[in-house]
Nanobody
Framework: QLQLVESGGGLVQPGGSLRLSCAAS????????IAWFRQAPGKEREGISC????????NYADSMKGRFTISRDKAKNTVYLQMNSLKSEDTAIYYC????????????????WGQGTQVTVSS
C-alpha cells in the first residue's frame, strides 16, 4: 500500500522560496504519476502540477507557471515542488497525490493522498 508524506512547508515572507517534498513508502513511486494540489481556506482543492512516470511534467494553473517546478528523485522515492517568488495568495495546504495512470489535473482521478503540509506566505 502506497503511503505519501509531505514535508517542507512553513512560514515564508513574500518573494521567498520553499521546497516541498513528497516521500513515498510501501512501494516504489516509479509506477505512479505524482501531482501536487493545494487548498486555501474556503476554496476548492486545485491542481498545481504533475510529473508522469516517464518524467514529463504538466502544469495546471497559470498563476503558478514559471514560479513552481515539479521534479522527482527516483533513488529517494521522492517528488519535489520547488516554489519561488511566493505570494500571499499561495498560502494553502499543499498535498501530493498519486495515480497509477496518466497525469490528471482532477482531484477525483487520484487514488492516494498525503496528509498535506501548510504553507503560509506572510510578512
Amino acid at each position: 500500500q502506497l503511503q505519501l508524506v509531505e514535508s517542507g512547508g512553513g512560514l515564508v515572507q513574500p518573494g521567498g522560496s520553499l521546497r516541498l517534498s513528497c516521500a513515498a513508502s510501501g512501494t516504489t513511486l516509479d509506477v505512479y504519476a505524482i501531482a501536487w494540489f493545494r487548498q486555501a481556506p474556503g476554496k476548492e482543492r486545485e491542481g498545481i502540477s504533475c510529473i508522469s512516470r516517464s518524467g514529463n511534467t504538466f502544469n495546471y494553473a497559470d498563476s503558478m507557471k514559471g514560479r513552481f517546478t515539479i521534479s522527482r528523485d527516483k533513488a529517494k522515492n521522492t517528488v519535489y515542488l520547488q516554489m519561488n517568488s511566493l505570494k500571499s495568495e499561495d498560502t494553502a495546504i499543499y498535498y501530493c497525490a498519486a495515480i497509477k495512470r496518466y497525469c490528471s489535473g482532477y482531484v477525483s482521478s487520484y487514488e492516494y493522498w498525503g496528509q498535506g503540509t501548510q504553507v503560509t506566505v506572510s510578512s
